[in-house]
């Protein structure tokens, strides 16, 4: 079956404009997981979905960062006013329930001009 | 906080020799250890997960320790192959979220 999908692959924005990143989970799974992995780094956590509802969002590094998932499916992650240090690539994962394997996707590279 | 720690150095080894890889880390001892394969472009993908009171896991040629005296997980990739070259990144949880270590680049030599 289809894996984790992350739109777009790949997004160049400039300095203060807003970007939105999407993400795909398994058909079926009701937790996904968002992260964000700067170059030569592991991914660090950002947020937890548990359905629709935000779980845990203790990762989010401040308030321009703000994630949904209305209908307990997609989920986008809204960056807003970028700056050049939100450059990376982030990560959406989803498993069939917490606790259990998180399967990711190939990610979002974002460069803030 | 806790910290998760992977040795470094990227590690370079000739096709058929066993590769080890090191993840220590640094305060409790977490529920799991997982281990994960990371290609260039592609998102991580899941290998193994070992739990607290678990010494040792198999996976194929894939093997995974837990030593929670010496708070380390060792994994080994043995009778290595080229197509093994790849970051492997270990992570620990004790729930739902994943604290990854840096990764440790792995090339294998034909």
């Known amino acids: 079956g289809a894996g984790v999908s992350q739109t777009p692959s790949n997004k160049v924005t400039e300095k203060g404009k807003y970007v939105e990143l999407r993400c795909d989970p398994i058909?079926?799974?009701?937790?996904l997981y968002w992260y964000r992995q700067s170059l030569g780094q592991g991914p660090e956590f950002l947020i937890y979905?548990?359905?629709?509802?935000?779980?845990?969002d203790s990762g989010l590094p401040n308030d321009r960062f703000f994630a949904v998932r209305p209908e307990g499916s997609v989920s986008t992650l809204k960056i807003q006013r970028t700056e050049r240090g939100d450059s990376a690539v982030y990560l959406c994962?989803?498993?069939?329930?917490?606790?259990?394997?998180?399967?990711f996707g190939p990610g979002t590279r974002l460069l803030v001009l | 906080s806790q910290k998760i720690e992977q040795n470094s150095e990227a590690l370079n080894i000739q096709e058929g020799k066993t590769a080890t890889l090191t993840c220590n880390y640094t305060?409790?001892?977490?529920?799991?250890l997982q281990w994960y394969r990371q290609d260039p472009g592609r998102g991580p993908v899941f290998l193994l997960l070992?739990?607290?009171?678990?010494k040792e896991k198999r996976k194929e040629r894939l093997k995974v320790t837990f030593d929670t005296t010496l708070k380390q997980s060792l994994f080994h990739i043995t009778a290595s192959q080229p197509a093994d070259s790849a970051t492997y990144l270990c992570?620990?949880?004790?729930?739902?979220?994943?604290?990854f270590g840096a990764g440790t680049t792995v090339t294998v030599r034909a």
């Open positions: 070992i739990r607290e009171n678990e």
């Open positions: 058909s079926g799974h009701t937790a």
């Open positions: 305060n409790y001892s977490p529920a799991y």
């Open positions: 979905f548990q359905g629709t509802g935000a779980a845990d």
């Open positions: 994962a989803s498993s069939l329930d917490r606790e259990e394997t998180q399967y």
């Open positions: 992570a620990q949880s004790n729930d739902y979220k994943l604290s």
